[in-house]
């Protein structure tokens, strides 16, 4: 198929042999090619920024917490199930099983929920005035560049107008509290790893406690009666697979133009 760009150079090469028969037709359409490109540079060009200031989580039928006090409490959990996980392959009576319901693994929808509270802005930066027509969010994970939806959640209605040159902000000035309904345990996943990690960076050694193969081998016995979840589990903490969490914040305005941008939630691309 040929493009516009072929088009012209092939304009171009018979004015060259001196054909000039194209003269009438290029004089023709060029004042209307120039009304486009101008009124395209005029367009509003949206720059969104954006930073998330709160992190609250909550496993299944649990008070939310702030991201830390969540990750402590979680903690707690693993230390309690881990000697029977452990112990599972040698059948060993004196073990005792973890209470019902302590178990973080065994749930799909173990942790439900998440909420971010964000501060953003959008600014005009074209020669328009113009009006957000709709903001959506998306809560996405990235695992050897494979890109999926952990859940998803609602911006409040937005129709703020945006002055040429001028800033809006997008929701409560204070931040804007995103509330997310989360598919599966893939986000609970990272903070698993976060948690074990931790461990071993505080108790071992420091010749071994950086050694990726040492946290894969604690994150398969955990999740050892799911494979699937163990390789989740073992991809996350791989840090050739650069894995991360991030919100998207994508802006529109009523002339159809978009600004986006990521919020950093996790990010273990590098294991230290």
């Known amino acids: 198929m040929r493009t516009f760009g072929d088009s012209l150079r092939a304009i171009g090469q018979d004015f060259i042999k001196g054909k000039t028969f194209w003269l009438p037709v290029v004089l023709a359409i060029l004042p209307c090619v120039l009304l486009a490109t101008k009124f395209r540079s005029n367009m509003p060009q949206l720059v969104v920024t954006a930073e ?3 992190q609250q989580y909550a496993l299944k039928g649990q008070a939310l917490e702030d991201r830390e006090e969540f990750v402590q409490g979680l903690k707690r959990k693993i230390e309690s199930v881990f000697p029977a996980q452990a112990a599972v392959p040698f059948a060993t009576p004196s073990v005792s099983p973890a209470k019902e319901g302590e178990n973080v693994l065994s749930d799909w929808d173990a942790m439900p929920g998440a909420i971010y509270t964000v501060k953003a802005k959008v600014a005009n930066l074209g020669t328009l005035s113009s009006t957000i027509s ?7 994970e990235s695992v050897g560049g494979r890109m999926s939806w952990l859940g998803y959640a609602g911006w409040p209605k937005e129709d703020a107008k945006l002055p040429q040159g001028e800033i809006a902000i997008l929701g409560n000035p204070a931040g804007q509290p995103i509330e997310f309904k989360l598919f599966g345990s893939d986000l609970l996943d990272f903070q698993i790893v976060e ?3 931790r461990g071993l960076r505080e108790h071992l050694p420091k010749d071994i406690r950086n050694r990726p193969e040492i946290l894969a081998s604690f994150l398969r016995v955990l999740a050892l009666n799911n494979s699937f979840r163990q390789e989740h589990l073992v991809s996350i903490a791989d840090p050739a697979n650069q894995a991360r969490v991030f919100l998207v914040i994508e802006v529109d305005d009523v002339y159809g133009r978009k600004g986006l941008v990521e919020c950093p939630i996790m990010d273990y691309g590098a294991w230290k």
């Open 134 to 140: 709709f903001v959506s969010v998306r809560l996405i």
């Open 52 to 54: 998330v200031v709160r």
């Open 195 to 197: 948690v074990i990690g």
